[in-house]
């Protein structure tokens, strides 16, 4: 009997060597949902406006704070730009290379 096993494991692993085909779907987060986190989350809402309110930031480089949100950069980049101590063209031109990269790596993984 345990010879017989052999053979029809043997068996089918020799007809299992064909390639199959495995469709790989990944869940898209809406783009919006970055937004929905900053805006209706309280915690983040008080945690952000206290970090902008004890640092002492000119309103163009709030404006770029602003700008990165609404370009969908994750909170941990948010709060480099916000501790990075730049003027606001070095913050826009940040924003704009981190933007680049972000719409890369997404390029690549889709």
Sequence with gaps: MPSDFLLAYQVVKEKRKEQMEIEKTEKKEAPVGLLKKIFFSKKYNINLVDRLTRKELQVDQ???IRRA?????PERQINSLVNCNKDADAMSTIVDIAVTLMKKN???KG
């Excluded at 949100?69 to 950069?73: A, E, P, Q, T, V």
């Design 62 to 64: 709030m404006k770029q």
């Design 69 to 73: 949100i609404s370009l969908g950069l």
């Design 106 to 108: 997404k390029e690549a």
